[in-house]
């Protein structure tokens, strides 16, 4: 008499108890509902609202990056204003935030819902900006809306973004201005590259929201260097802020 042997994993006890589950196991195991849409779009906001410029300014210096320099709670103010490599830092998380964000929402809700996925993106960079816990009072969403294309189409928009970015600093001195013009690249390598008018349509809002934010700043700094030229041929720190 020849014995069946038993079962030595979970999977294979379920499929021998409840041989109706046999299928389900090849498929997405977690049913995209209403909940899980809203949990994840909750959890984006609140990595979001991580601010990371915020707590490196007041770990190293006591201060709060909210009230010095460009009085912006981002990386290239952590740099000016409490060193290099902690901006460095803040840059790196930053753009982490939005990539984990995409991670999770691509995993949880595609393909179902590409909608949900594509508004986690968008709600990880308003977490951001408006912080929970600086009563939402918080930076531009740049290095995050970074993260979040990057992600979406790497390598080729993270790989033009960079290079353009580079180009622009070489040439300018002026990182929100190379960075701008980095996030620009992001539309037209959905277009040109990857022929998908969903990632054109969804970039172009990801990158409106640090623009519409840096709107204020750029009128700042054109009225205080007079003329466009000055604005974008700043030499020295001073002149940045």
């Known amino acids: 008499m020849s014995y069946r042997p038993l079962p030595t994993t979970l999977t294979d006890r ?8 046999a299928r389900s196991f090849s498929e997405k195991e977690i049913p ?3 909940l899980l849409i809203t949990a994840t779009l909750i959890g984006a906001y609140l990595l979001g609202s991580i601010p990371t410029a915020f707590i490196i300014g007041k770990f190293r210096k006591g201060t709060d990056i909210r009230e010095v320099g460009s009085k912006n709670m981002g990386a290239m103010n952590v740099i000016y204003n409490v060193g290099f490599w902690w901006g460095a830092l803040v840059l790196l998380i930053d ?12 995993m949880l809700l595609m393909p179902d819902i590409p909608l949900a996925y594509y508004a986690a993106g968008v709600v990880v960079i308003l977490g951001h900006n408006f912080p929970v816990f600086l009563r939402f009072r918080g930076g531009k969403g740049g290095a995050t809306a970074v993260g979040v294309l990057s992600f979406l189409m790497f390598p080729a928009g993270f790989l033009v973004g960079l290079v353009t970015f580079g180009l622009f600093m070489l040439i300018t001195r002026f990182p929100t201005l190379s960075y701008g013009i980095g996030l620009l690249t992001f539309p037209f390598v959905g277009w040109l590259h990857y022929h998908n008018g969903n990632w054109v349509i969804f970039s172009a809002i990801v990158v409106a929201i640090p623009f519409i934010r840096y709107i204020p700043r750029l009128k700042e700094i054109y009225k205080k260097a007079g003329n466009l030229g000055h604005a974008i041929r700043r030499k020295n720190l001073k002149d940045r802020f």
């Open 14 to 21: 379920c499929i021998m108890f409840y041989p109706q589950s």
């Open 32 to 34: 995209v509902t209403g």
């Open 95 to 106: 753009i982490g935030k939005g990539v984990i964000a995409m991670v999770v929402a691509k």
